[in-house]
């Protein structure tokens, strides 16, 4: 829940930025100085980008990034807001070292209804999400993914640092929980190459295509469990003798 609720405030800053820049296409200098002060402070967004509806960029933070982000934009830029989809994942080039760590999505801005639909581009540093949530103790089997509604894993944390072994891939167990027909919330099993059971708990983020996922190994559960237990057992025997 800690990291859905931080996930979906962090997009509504973003969104609220949009909204600033849209009404005026981000001509108004004013706020284009107010949006990269606020920037200046937020070292969660690195980027931002604003486009018109075909494509034609309006205006931008400085770079953080190559080529690579503009390009992904405009790839994406006709997916946002058709079916619904206000907030679109953006493709990034596996062999980028520039996105390692960052989540850059296109929102779209409807500020101002009487302007055309327009796009933003912001892209999102996750590299600090261990370091929030490091007090979470997820054991030694435990993870924190952060995947998009296909399925795709975006994010994975493990032993309170992320995990960049290339195994971040679509699963049936992401696939299925990620299913818009998927209750907002739930628990599943998904069993791993070797036979182990592992337990998941899955959270939508409001507001976007994103769900959070926290699990862990069943045999360190139910050794939790059961030390637990022992040291229930071990108090109550104590009081006893009180």
């Known amino acids: 829940l800690a990291v859905a609720n931080h996930t979906a405030q962090l997009i509504e800053r ?4 949009g909204v600033l820049l849209g009404n005026n296409a981000g001509s108004d200098p004013n706020v284009r100085d107010a949006v990269r002060r606020a920037l200046a402070q937020d070292t969660e967004v690195l980027q931002l980008m604003l486009f018109e509806a075909d494509g034609t960029p309006l205006f931008s933070t400085p770079r953080e ?4 982000l503009l390009h992904a934009a405009r790839e994406s830029i006709t997916e946002v807001g058709r079916a619904g989809q206000d907030v679109v994942p953006l493709r990034v080039p596996t062999s980028e070292p520039s996105a ?7 929102l779209a801005v409807n500020g101002d209804r009487t302007l055309p639909l327009r796009s933003l581009v912001a892209l999102i540093d996750l590299s600090d999400y261990p370091f929030l949530f490091g007090d979470m103790d997820l054991g030694e089997t435990g993870e924190i993914e952060l995947a998009d509604r296909q399925g795709q894993v975006l994010l994975r944390i493990r032993h309170r640092a992320l995990a960049l072994d290339g195994s971040i891939t679509s699963t049936e167990r992401l696939r299925h ?3 818009p027909h998927q209750p907002d919330a739930g628990t599943l099993v998904e069993f791993d190459a070797t036979g182990e059971a ?26 939790t469990a059961r030390a637990h237990q022992q040291d229930r057992t071990h108090w109550l025997m104590l009081l006893t003798l009180i």
């Open 198 to 223: 592992r337990h998941f708990a899955y959270r939508r983020v409001e507001g976007s295509p994103l769900t959070v996922f926290v699990g862990q190994a069943r045999s360190e559960i139910l050794a």
């Open 177 to 179: 929980a990620t299913s």
């Open 14 to 17: 973003v969104r609220m930025l």
């Open 100 to 106: 390692v760590g960052r989540l850059p999505l296109l």
């Open 65 to 68: 990034t190559g080529h690579w």
